[in-house]
């Protein structure tokens, strides 16, 4: 079954949520969905080789939320901080920490887990039906211009006044949110607290026994590792190989 016929064949149980949407807004519409899909696969082979930026490049056309077809699953990404917020954290409530389908019968395998709304919900005049696999893009969130001044360029600095944990971050509100993450809500998730004390552990233990130089070359010269390129792995991107040198403090 397709995703508009999904939205038509509403049951009677859902018929006050539609109603509701229909008398706030005059009317409803269907999320928006990038063009063009294969048969089963949906958009997934458009994913490839960078899921994260074929989803920001859908944002930048379709807007702040859209719809795909993942195999025989619906899945809704959403892009914008308070849409997020609202439907994460908001309506956390109404979520279902499991997938709608049975993986065992209905898709290709066991398992799988995935934010979904157990229940038809409505986002503004948006209609998101039950089942419907919820994602947020942060990618997009962390290149936002709004959220951050010059996303592009590497700058440290702009985090350094910000004492906060990553965790209280996350939790904070969306106006001074700086860490996306680790999801949304009350299915935040957990291994937040290992990372960060992880992080802070190595280096904290690597900075008390070195210093961290540039490398040279044969004839002396300092190398300067390349800033302004970068290799892009999924949904975050890692620095070119580089050389550097890390030096026994005395």
Partial sequence: MDYEALIKRVDQK???ILGTAVAST???KDIPTPKGQYFY???FSYLAPNPGRKMSEWHQ??????HIKIGIQDWVSIEDVEAANEIFVTKGSATSSRLFYTFGTDVHGEGGRGIVFADYAVYKDYIIPKGTVLLATSLSMNMDP????EPEKLKPGRFLNDNRSMYASSNGSTQNREVFTFGWGRRI????YMAENEIFNFCTHLLAKCTIELAFTKSGEKIYPELDRWVEKDETVVPLPYKTRFVQRK
């Fill in 14 to 16: 859902s018929a006050s």
């Fill in 26 to 28: 005059g009317g409803s």
């Fill in 61 to 66: 056309e379709l807007g702040s939320i859209y």
């Fill in 41 to 43: 696969l949906g958009h």
């Fill in 189 to 192: 998730c957990p291994g937040i």
């Fill in 146 to 149: 709004k959220l951050y001044h």
